[in-house]
């Protein structure tokens, strides 16, 4: 039998078919339950009333106590509007229906007292208030009003079926009233408790009606906690069937890694990428499959940390790959390696979508055979026609560009075992969003730049100060340093940026008409660009005037100043990537943000934020708090952010908490099996069965 709370909406009293239509349609509330867990998005305070002689043009609504003086009707026939004088003790204001008014004509009588609430607005020099909520003054009502009066969304096509916001306000209450009113708590009581959280009853009801300031941070708490941590408590049971099931090969031999590091290495390494090779290494010789994010600054050097690992797999026989998202990382990211694998007698290839076809093959041959200990690719290596003899850990560069399908494709080259993954990202998730998204990736950090590094210097500059911008570069020209220049893509119009960048081409051309200067964008061809870029590297040309496609991982450790042009156009991460190309070498580095005079409040904050620090995770804050989670993440992951109450930024210690108790509890108990896990089980069994009925039907 259905509970209560499962039953039909179009059974409660007041809403009857046409409306339960509406609200299926409009809300998606089918059931009860849908209905109670549609929260108010806000509450009104209706516990004060407000002097007509004190009202100002505000946002908020006010509540006001007094007479209809005098009710008339105006206008055409069929567009009639009301108007009624509304007086208290200290002044009169208008009251104007422009729908409904013969309707409310009847309704109203002048000489009664009412109590009205809406928001006012100036219209001729007057205050007035249109279509403000409007109830009678009864000995009843008067002590009814309360601090907190429930808010909710609703749409037009509701109001036309008079389901407004009071409306629905008035069938919630009609639910939680109803004597059968009972809800079926899914989380422990043991839990509750440890975690200073009220039963799942109460928040339902307080979050809709609270008496209290603490009623409603009860009530909120409790339901934040409850969406968070199921999601935790999912994350954490998938994770140990995926440890169950996917065995990972156990590396225990390291000789090249030794060999390496005793002989080849061209510097010491930091404490913090030591600390992140010792977490990685233990999970290559757990037994499980790793599954692990390094995130790390731009500049962390996370490239011979990914290496380091690599060289394990191989001392044990296997192959290893890296993959990058654009040609010309990848291309850097070879000629890096091949260095330091040619002096370990390691075998390293590069495919990519420009390879000749014929290496291709002879590539793809040696991989196949197991001749390649290392390939680095582009996305051209999750092609189906790549075949590893024996992939034992694949690495994936700036993993913020690749789809979560395409990491799963990657793993399933291999039928009998899964390779290890390590996933590197420069733009750091912020932890908050990192532990919602990737509960069931392990993340390591590398929190510490190489030594010596000095801190990029970053200024704003308005258009107007180009001739500053221009006698700087030529300073650092003459110091012998490198200069990038940088224009966006604007997506909407290719054209457009392309000839924002070739008209910022040629203005730099005759402001350096001595400078060999190099051009890189997106329309070249992959050769072209590879030239140009080589000609940047090997300092054959001083200036690099380019779009976007510099953005990640480039290493050209003598340039020390990027110039960013049009800056507004850019989002937080972006230019915290573009910056990194900067500041590599012993030099100081300078980023110069250039824009016009004029720009949106927003683009002021991410400037202000670029200006105020160099650190990548508070940049990353600042950008979830400016974009919000589903647009950081871009639209492929968005949907697994649907959160109806919490929200990982603000709610980062709710969140917390309820990672670390989802944590505890799968440790100990991954089936629920125990006695004080009951409620849990039933609810997910129950939850799991619903979502398998909604995939059927
Ligand atoms: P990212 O983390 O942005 O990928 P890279 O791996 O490209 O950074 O490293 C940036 C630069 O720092 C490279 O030139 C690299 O050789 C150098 N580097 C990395 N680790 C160290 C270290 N421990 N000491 C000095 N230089 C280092
Ligand atoms: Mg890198």
Request: aromatic share 10%.
């Given at each position: 039998m259905a509970s209560f709370l499962e039953t039909k909406i179009e059974f409660l009293k007041g809403v009857g078919p046409s409306k339960a239509k509406a609200l299926q349609e409009e809300l998606g509330i089918f059931t009860f339950e849908q209905l109670?867990?549609?929260?108010?998005?806000?509450?009104?305070?209706?516990?004060?009333?407000?002097?007509?002689?004190?009202?100002?043009?505000?946002?908020?609504?006010?509540?006001?106590?007094?007479?209809?003086?005098?009710?008339?009707?105006?206008?055409?026939?069929?567009?009639?509007?009301?108007?009624?004088?509304?007086?208290?003790?200290?002044?009169?204001?208008?009251?104007?229906?422009?729908?409904?008014?013969?309707?409310?004509?009847?309704?109203?009588?002048?000489?009664?007292?009412?109590?009205?609430?809406?928001?006012?607005?100036?219209?001729?020099?007057?205050?007035?208030?249109?279509?403000?909520?409007?109830?009678?003054?009864?000995?009843?009502?008067?002590?009814?009003?309360?601090?907190?009066?429930?808010?909710?969304?609703?749409?037009?096509?509701?109001?036309?079926?008079?389901?407004?916001?009071?409306?629905?306000?008035?069938l919630v209450k009609e639910v939680i009233n109803n004597?059968?009113?009972?809800?079926?708590?899914?989380?422990?009581?043991?839990?509750?408790?440890?975690?200073?959280?009220?039963?799942?009853?109460?928040?339902?009801?307080?979050?809709?009606?609270?008496?209290?300031?603490?009623?409603?941070?009860q009530a909120q708490s409790r339901l934040k906690f409850n969406e968070l941590f199921f999601i935790q408590i999912k994350i954490f049971q998938e994770r140990v069937e995926r440890q169950d099931k996917h065995r990972g090969v156990v590396f225990n031999k390291s000789q090249l890694v030794t060999e390496f590091y005793t002989k080849h290495k061209p510097f010491e390494l930091t404490e913090a990428q030591k600390r992140v090779i010792k977490e990685i290494y233990a999970d290559l010789q757990s037994g499980y499959q790793m599954n692990r994010l390094l995130?790390?600054?731009?500049?962390?050097?996370?490239?011979?940390?990914?290496?380091?690992?690599?060289l394990v797999a191989i001392s044990n026989g296997y192959q290893t790959s890296i993959m990058a998202p654009t040609e010309i990382l990848a291309t850097q990211h070879y000629h890096g390696l091949a260095e330091f694998s040619e002096k370990l007698g390691l075998n390293t290839a590069l495919v990519t979508g420009s390879t000749k076809k014929s290496l291709k093959i002879a590539n793809l041959e040696a991989l196949r055979e197991g001749r390649l200990d290392i390939i680095v690719g582009t996305h051209a290596l999750i092609e189906d026609k790549v075949e590893f003899k024996n992939l034992g850990l694949a690495v994936i560069d700036e993993q913020h560009r690749f789809g979560?399908?395409?990491?799963?494709?990657?793993?399933?080259?291999?039928?009998?075992?899964?390779?290890?993954?390590?996933?590197?990202?420069?733009?750091?998730?912020?932890?908050?969003?990192?532990?919602?998204?990737?509960?069931?990736?392990?993340?390591?950090?590398?929190?510490?730049?190489?030594?010596?590094?000095?801190?990029?210097?970053?200024?704003?500059?308005?258009?107007?100060?180009?001739?500053?911008?221009?006698?700087?570069?030529?300073?650092?020209?003459?110091?012998?340093?490198?200069?990038?220049?940088?224009?966006?893509?604007?997506?909407?119009?290719?054209?457009?940026?392309?000839?924002?960048?070739?008209?910022?081409?040629?203005?730099?051309?005759?402001?350096?008409p001595q400078t060999p200067i190099s051009i890189l964008h997106g329309k070249m061809k992959a050769t072209d660009k590879e030239f140009e870029m080589k000609r940047f590297v090997d300092n054959k040309t001083k200036i690099m005037v380019a779009t976007t496609v510099i953005e990640v991982g480039v290493n050209v450790p003598n340039?020390?100043?990027?110039?960013?042009?049009?800056?507004?156009?850019?989002?937080?991460?972006?230019?915290?990537?573009?910056?990194?190309?900067?500041?590599?070498?012993?030099?100081?580095?300078?980023?110069?943000?250039?824009s016009g005079s004029k720009v949106s409040k927003e683009a002021r904050e991410r400037i202000k934020c670029m200006v105020d620090t160099t650190d990548g995770f508070k940049i990353a804050e600042k950008d979830l708090e400016l974009r919000g989670p589903g647009d950081l993440m871009g639209t492929q992951q968005s949907g697994v952010l649907d959160l109806k109450i919490a929200n990982i930024t603000s709610d980062a210690h709710i969140l917390k908490l309820a990672r670390d108790q989802a944590k505890l509890i799968i440790e100990q108990d991954p089936d629920l099996n125990q006695p004080h896990h009951l409620l849990l089980k039933q609810y997910l069994d129950t939850s799991k069965r619903h979502l398998l009925w909604s995939n059927i039907s």
């Open positions: 109670l867990n549609h929260f108010p998005f806000r509450y009104e305070n209706r516990s004060k009333f407000h002097q007509i002689k004190d009202i100002v043009d505000a946002e908020q609504g006010v509540q006001i106590k007094g007479v209809i003086t005098s009710l008339g009707l105006a206008g055409e026939p069929r567009k009639q509007r009301l108007t009624a004088q509304f007086r208290d003790e200290t002044g009169t204001i208008e009251l104007v229906w422009f729908k409904g008014a013969s309707w409310m004509l009847k309704k109203l009588k002048t000489g009664l007292s009412y109590v009205i609430y809406g928001k006012p607005s100036v219209f001729n020099g007057k205050y007035s208030i249109s279509h403000p909520e409007i109830e009678v003054i009864t000995p009843n009502n008067e002590q009814k009003s309360t601090q907190f009066v429930p808010v909710y969304s609703t749409t037009e096509k509701l109001k036309k079926r008079y389901l407004d916001s009071k409306a629905i306000g008035k004597p059968a009113f009972r809800v079926t708590e899914n989380i422990d009581p043991e839990i509750l408790q440890t975690n200073h959280i009220i039963g799942l009853k109460s928040a339902l009801t307080w979050i809709h009606f609270p008496s209290s300031q603490t009623q409603l941070e995130q790390g600054d731009v500049g962390s050097g996370k490239t011979i940390t990914a290496f380091i690992c690599m979560v399908a395409q990491r799963a494709k990657l793993w399933s080259k291999n039928d009998h075992y899964y390779p290890h993954v390590l996933v590197m990202t420069a733009t750091p998730i912020p932890r908050t969003l990192a532990m919602t998204l990737y509960g069931d990736l392990e993340i390591s950090t590398i929190d510490q730049l190489p030594q010596g590094r000095k801190p990029i210097k970053t200024t704003h500059l308005t258009d107007s100060n180009r001739l500053k911008l221009f006698g700087f570069i030529r300073k650092q020209i003459d110091e012998g340093r490198q200069i990038y220049i940088v224009y966006p893509l604007i997506e909407e119009s290719e054209t457009l940026a392309y000839k924002d960048l070739m008209d910022g081409y040629e203005s730099i051309s005759r402001a350096f340039a020390t100043v990027m110039v960013i042009e049009n800056v507004e156009r850019f989002g937080l991460s972006q230019l915290h990537q573009l910056r990194g190309r900067v500041g590599r070498g012993g030099d100081q580095s300078y980023c110069i943000l250039m």
